[in-house]
């Protein structure tokens, strides 16, 4: 099961910076956290990901807490086309693989509703 | 720098017909997973796939299903004997050895 808590939905401005928070208390010293997002009914994109240190790219930035217990993952400028269901997931390591397979475990994530 | 890509997008089979679904990754990618994702529901994990090994079937269903991936080609994920609750959007990704995985556009099976 999805080892994080998500809100359900969020709404911002279009413009605005979009704010999206993410608990992961259970989380492994090892362990990424990863964001995608999935617009409409298209595959998933992935965005972001992180392990201790904050990270940036040109989608988006991705905050850790110290303790790694939450992260944010943040939209500087949203757009209407940034309006989809965003999904933070730690990232498993597969039990025997010695750290070297993995999988996702998709939770419910966060609409994120840009509004004009 | 072609993405995963998933043929067919649109797949309508009648009960009990046989849906074979196709994934490539992308050039460099030796890792495949399928991902399920019913009406008005989450992704599921399926199955995850190397070349010619099956490193986690923890999400396939016991019976119908079945997956691979060949050293030639793509990689397939088949469905015996369709009922009408196989109806889901079928995602496939693939990433390079242990890094992260990129999704295709999906493929639309409905049926009837």
């Known amino acids: 099961d999805a080892k994080t808590t998500q809100p359900p939905s969020m709404d911002c401005a279009e413009g605005r910076a979009a704010n999206l928070p993410c608990n992961h208390s259970?989380?492994?010293?090892?362990?990424?956290v990863y964001w995608y997002r999935q617009i409409h009914s298209q595959g998933p994109q992935y965005i972001i990901h992180?392990?201790?240190n904050n990270e940036t790219n040109e989608m988006a930035s991705l905050i850790i807490t110290e303790d790694r217990k939450s992260s944010t993952l943040i939209l500087p400028h949203a757009t209407l086309r940034d309006t989809a269901v965003y999904y933070c997931i730690v990232r498993v390591a597969l039990l025997g693989s010695g750290g070297s397979n993995y999988k996702l475990t998709f939770g419910k994530g966060t609409l994120l509703t840009v509004n004009p | 720098n072609a993405g995963v890509m998933q043929n067919p997008r649109h797949l309508v089979r009648r009960r009990g017909q046989e849906a074979r679904l196709r994934c490539s990754p992308m050039k460099g990618h030796s890792h495949v997973y399928w991902y399920r994702q019913l009406p008005e529901e989450g992704l599921k994990f399926m199955v995850y796939l190397q070349k010619e090994n099956i490193i986690d079937e923890s999400g396939m269903p016991k019976e119908r299903f079945s997956a691979e991936f060949p050293k030639e080609g793509p990689s397939i994920l088949r469905i015996q004997q369709v009922v009408r609750g196989d109806s889901a959007a079928y995602f496939c990704?693939?990433?390079?050895?242990?890094?992260?995985?990129?999704f295709g556009p999906g493929t639309r099976l409905t049926v009837l």
């Open positions: 992180g392990l201790k």
């Open positions: 990704a693939s990433s390079p050895v242990t890094d992260t995985q990129y």
């Open positions: 259970t989380i492994s010293g090892n362990e990424y």
